[in-house]
């Protein structure tokens, strides 16, 4: 088992607005075994609320045939879209809604990797990972 961090300071939109923020996150997740893994992640969403992100997740690595290369998916539950905002995720209730992440990573060596992340058709987020 090992544990990865997870730091990720934007998130590009795919139609921008005067209302969005910068999304900022700070997360960890905890391999289970090579592949299957747990995470949860705090992070500000496009609208400048906190929020927080619980999941589970596969990671399939060497895609491709390229060692370093690897695919990831997660599902879990997300709370933040609250007030004004709560129509923005499909699915919310009162803050709370299913989410489906789909990402995309490059390992730098064997403690850093880069990760990009898809955001439904709302954007792409750009993301640091580190293994201690």
Do not use: C
């Amino acid at each position: 088992m090992r544990w990865e961090w997870m730091f990720s300071p934007y998130a590009h939109h795919f139609r921008r607005s005067n209302t969005h923020r910068n999304v900022y996150l700070l997360g960890v997740e905890r391999y289970q075994t090579e592949n299957w893994l747990v995470g949860v992640g705090v992070f500000s969403n496009s609208f400048g609320q906190p929020s927080a992100y619980a999941y589970g997740g596969y990671q399939w690595s060497d895609l491709f045939g390229q060692p370093r290369l690897y695919l990831k998916l997660t599902a879990g539950v997300m709370y933040g879209y609250v007030g004004e905002h709560k129509d923005k995720v499909p699915f919310n209730h009162n803050g709370w809604s299913p989410l489906v992440v789909p990402a995309i990573g490059y390992r730098l060596n064997s403690r850093h990797s880069l990760q990009v992340s898809a955001l439904g058709t709302a954007g792409l987020l750009f993301s640091y990972h580190f293994r201690p």
